[in-house]
């Protein structure tokens, strides 16, 4: 899309469907350089306190704080996902960076379980080794 120069240019506040930012720039154009009156851009949305949204046709804006979308219905026509690994990834212990108290417990915790599930693998390697070998005696006995 080629540059536009403005023709003109004046700061005002702006309010779109109660929501209202101050101090905004607007910029005047030819008339011919868009089919509509006013394109409200980044300016005014990306302002933090702003909340926007597109359901279908709809732009629905209002302020952050209030949490507008919270009650939004739900499409119940979405296509369910199904999740595939890709690859298999280990991570390092040194790796994980704990940030709290309760994510250090979850986590110490975690790696007591890891332990136990890995002790756990050898006692029952070892229980194989020793079946194989008990029923090799047992074959051999009946020999």
């Not at 040194?94 to 309760?102: C, F, G, T, V």
């Not at 007591?112 to 020793?130: C, H, I, S, T």
Request: aromatic share 6%; glycine share 4%; net charge negative.
């Amino acid at each position: 899309m080629p540059a536009l120069t403005p023709i003109g240019g004046i700061k005002a506040d702006i309010e779109v469907d109660s929501v209202k930012a101050e101090n905004i720039s607007i910029y005047v154009v030819p008339d011919d350089a868009q089919s509509v009156d006013l394109i409200i851009g980044r300016t005014w949305l990306d302002l933090p306190y702003i909340a926007y949204t597109k359901l279908g046709e709809s732009v629905h804006i209002g302020y952050r704080e209030d949490e507008l979308f919270r009650n939004f219905p739900i499409d119940e026509k979405i296509n369910p996902v199904c999740l595939k690994r890709l690859e298999t990834a280990q991570l390092k212990s040194e790796s994980l960076q704990i940030k709290d108290a309760s994510q250090k417990k979850m986590m110490g915790n975690l790696a007591n379980d890891l332990k136990m599930v890995k002790n756990e693998l050898r006692l029952l390697q070892g229980d194989m080794k020793n079946f194989k070998e008990e029923r090799y005696e047992l074959c051999i006995a009946y020999l």
